[in-house]
């Protein structure tokens, strides 16, 4: 006996997907607030370590969730914003 054929998937056009890229969401709120952080470096400290940074922050060596003392030897010039208060990321 043969398998059946493969059941094709029925689409559904009415329906919308989005994806949202939050890997520098907390840099970028704090570069909402403050525009002239844009050009820098700029990394958003939680729990003592370096949560998350901006892009221009990487391109200068400086990855997400580095020990902060890494992330200065990597960038001296980098912006560390505190990010522990949650309050300004909520909706």
């Not at 998937?9 to 989005?18: F, G, M, Q, T, Y």
């Amino acid at each position: 006996m043969d398998p059946p054929p493969p059941r094709v998937p029925k689409r559904k056009d009415d329906r919308v997907i989005l994806q949202f890229d939050y890997d520098c969401f907390y840099a970028s709120v704090f570069e909402n607030q403050n525009p002239a952080l844009k050009s820098l470096p700029v990394g958003v400290k939680q729990k003592g370590i370096l949560a998350t940074c901006n892009y221009v922050a990487r391109a200068r060596g400086v990855g997400k969730l580095s020990q902060i003392s890494v992330a200065k030897k990597a960038c001296p010039e980098l912006v560390i914003i505190d990010g522990e208060d949650l309050t300004p990321f909520g909706t």
